[in-house]
């Protein structure tokens, strides 16, 4: 469906600052740069609006969203909360061929960070997210649907930022391979603390950072 791509699309362009924060969404200058009609990109936008990425103003017209510290801060307690259950469920569920799954990612993510180039922990799609497959292996869909669905392109969006936080990408890919640990373990309770821990770091090392918003 057109309108999906498109929406795919302009989260992308969102998230990664090719349409900056603050930008206004100028409809006749999207449907030209895409080459799509009207209704496809108003479908495509009213999508954004309920991501929380734009924000449509009186007499302003439609807006990306300006990352804030005060919204970083309750997005990434949410998220604390939500990824740490997905964790604990994670824990319960996983299968043999989870475990595998999952480390596999790690291992690809652990040798891109190898690369003498490597700047950033960039997990760029869904299929090479870490957070993404544990909400996945927790088999919870109403779980899987909050945080995959509603709000992980806002997730996406503030780690972008985190990011140039100098040495988290190496530091969040140890975290990461401790959760599995305790995941493969069957320990919930350890795999939702470590979880709830690697969020909060996330989360005080964005405060701390005054370039990242």
Same mark, same amino acid.
């Given at each position: 469906?057109?309108?999906?791509?498109?929406?795919?699309?302009?989260?992308? *362009?969102?998230? @990664?600052?090719?349409?900056?924060?603050? +930008?206004?969404? +100028?409809?006749?200058?999207?449907?030209?740069?895409?080459?799509?009609?009207?209704?496809?990109?108003? =479908?495509?936008?009213?999508?954004?609006?309920?991501?929380?990425?734009? &924000? $449509?103003?009186?007499?302003?017209?439609?807006?990306?969203?300006?990352? &804030?510290?005060?919204? #970083? /801060?309750?997005?990434? $307690?949410? $998220?604390?909360?939500?990824?740490?259950?997905?964790?604990?469920? #994670?824990?319960?569920?996983? &299968?043999? =061929?989870?475990?595998?799954?999952?480390?596999?990612? %790690?291992?690809?993510?652990?040798?891109?960070? /190898? $690369?003498?180039?490597?700047?950033?922990?960039?997990?760029? @799609?869904?299929? +090479?997210?870490?957070?993404?497959?544990?909400?996945?292996?927790?088999? +919870?869909?109403?779980?899987?649907?909050?945080?995959?669905?509603?709000?992980? @392109?806002?997730?996406? %969006?503030?780690?972008?930022?985190?990011?140039?936080?100098?040495?988290?990408?190496?530091?969040? %890919?140890?975290?990461?391979?401790?959760?599995?640990? *305790?995941?493969?373990?069957? /320990?919930?309770? %350890?795999?939702?603390?470590?979880?709830?821990?690697?969020? #909060? @770091?996330?989360?005080?090392?964005?405060? #701390?950072?005054?370039?990242?918003?």
């Amino acid at each position: 469906m057109l309108a999906d791509s498109l929406f795919k699309q302009l989260c992308e *362009a969102i998230v @990664t600052g090719q349409i900056a924060p603050g +930008s206004k969404l +100028s409809e006749p200058r999207l449907a030209t740069q895409y080459g799509v009609s009207r209704g496809p990109l108003r =479908e495509a936008i009213r999508r954004l609006e309920e991501r929380k990425l734009v &924000t $449509r103003l009186p007499r302003q017209g439609v807006r990306v969203i300006v990352p &804030t510290r005060e919204a #970083a /801060d309750e997005l990434f $307690r949410i $998220r604390e909360v939500l990824e740490g259950l997905a964790a604990r469920e #994670a824990a319960r569920h996983a &299968t043999a =061929e989870d475990i595998v799954e999952v480390r596999a990612m %790690l291992a690809k993510h652990a040798r891109a960070l /190898d $690369r003498p180039d490597a700047m950033l922990y960039w997990q760029d @799609t869904a299929n +090479s997210d870490f957070h993404f497959l544990i909400a996945r292996i927790a088999r +919870s869909q109403s779980l899987f649907d909050l945080l995959c669905g509603e709000y992980y @392109t806002l997730f996406r %969006l503030f780690r972008m930022r985190h990011q140039i936080v100098p040495g988290r990408a190496q530091r969040a %890919l140890v975290e990461h391979e401790r959760i599995v640990d *305790a995941i493969a373990d069957g /320990d919930e309770e %350890l795999a939702e603390m470590l979880m709830r821990r690697h969020i #909060a @770091t996330a989360r005080n090392g964005l405060a #701390a950072n005054p370039e990242a918003l």
